[in-house]
C-alpha cells in the first residue's frame, strides 16, 4: 500500500547537478535506497539512508559525488547528484527497505518501488 513517487530528473551537462525527490504516499521511517538503471544493463544500488538517519551508503561509482538525506516530516527522500558524468545516465528509482536494522545494498531487501525517473548526462 506505500506508494514512492520520483521526481527531479532531467537533461544536464556533464559536471552539473541535479536533486532527486521520492515522496512517500504516507509516513515513511523505514530504510530508503536510491539504485539506478541504465539501458541494457543491471539495476545498480547507489545510496541507502536508514530510517533514523545515523546511517548512510554510497555505491564507490558515486561517493564524493553523490548524497542521500531525507525529511521524515515531508516524507520525502532525496538523492543531491553533483559533478554529474554521462556514466550516471539512467533511470533513477526510489526504494523502501525494512523498518528495522541497517540498510542494506540488496534490491531484494527493497519491498516497494518507485516508478522512476529519468537522468540524463550528456557530455
Known amino acids: 500500500q506505500v506508494q514512492l513517487v520520483e521526481s527531479g530528473g532531467g537533461l544536464v551537462q556533464a559536471g552539473g547537478s541535479l536533486r532527486l525527490s521520492c515522496a512517500a504516499s504516507?509516513?515513511?521511517?523505514?530504510?530508503m535506497g536510491w539504485f539506478r538503471q541504465a539501458p541494457g544493463k543491471e539495476r545498480e544500488f547507489v545510496a541507502a539512508?536508514?530510517?533514523?538517519?545515523?546511517?548512510?551508503y554510497g555505491a564507490d561509482s558515486v561517493k564524493g559525488r553523490f548524497t542521500i538525506s531525507r525529511n521524515n516530516v515531508k516524507n520525502t527522500v532525496y538523492l543531491q547528484m553533483n559533478s554529474l558524468i554521462p556514466e550516471d545516465t539512467a533511470v533513477y528509482y526510489c526504494?523502501?527497505?525494512?523498518?528495522?536494522?541497517?540498510?542494506?545494498?540488496?534490491?531484494?531487501?527493497?519491498?516497494?518501488w518507485g516508478q522512476g525517473t529519468q537522468v540524463t548526462v550528456s557530455s
Open positions: 539512508i536508514s530510517r533514523d538517519f545515523s546511517v548512510t
Open positions: 504516507g509516513r515513511t521511517f523505514s530504510n
Open positions: 526504494a523502501q527497505g525494512r523498518a528495522i536494522g541497517a540498510p542494506t545494498l540488496l534490491a531484494e531487501d527493497y519491498d516497494y
